[in-house]
């Protein structure tokens, strides 16, 4: 087995909405994307399940043309003894590889929607450093 292994997703909400609060002589919008975590892990069956939540935009904001929201739930199997020989440790293991697996999920249904929306030019969400966000921004565990 795989220190890790992706059994499926779930999109709990995908969603996009004009902001008309937006003003159209900008020449740039506002896509900085809201983040939110979540992962909780089961060591009776070495099951994990994470939560990525992403935000763009605003309905309020001058400079952002839409708010989009795509919120994705992950299940994934692991190995615990593969995991811990690793040297950064079971818990950054875990919080590194889903988000980054998610995130790789997240990006095309961002892209496709802003181009659905046909109203703003195509984005793409950035790869990111996934290690970089982790170190960065608090990714709650919790175990059962």
Not at 82 to 92: H, V
């Amino acid at each position: 087995m795989a220190s890790i292994s992706f059994d499926s997703y779930v999109l709990s909400e995908l969603s996009y909405k004009v902001n008309p609060n937006y003003n159209n002589d900008l020449k740039e919008i506002d896509v900085t994307p809201d983040l939110d975590f979540g992962i909780n892990i089961s060591k009776e069956n070495s099951k994990i399940a994470t939560k990525l939540n992403v935000t763009l935009g605003s309905l309020t904001e001058e400079d952002a043309g839409f708010m989009l929201t795509v919120n994705i739930f992950g299940i994934f199997s692991y190995d615990s003894e593969e995991i811990e020989s690793y040297d950064i440790g079971f818990e950054t293991f875990i919080k590194e590889s889903t988000i980054s697996i998610l995130w790789s999920f997240i990006r095309p249904f961002v892209s496709d929607l802003i181009l659905r929306g046909n109203k703003f030019p195509n984005y793409i969400l950035p790869v990111i450093n996934v290690a970089k966000l982790v170190k960065d921004n608090d990714v709650p565990i919790t175990y059962e």
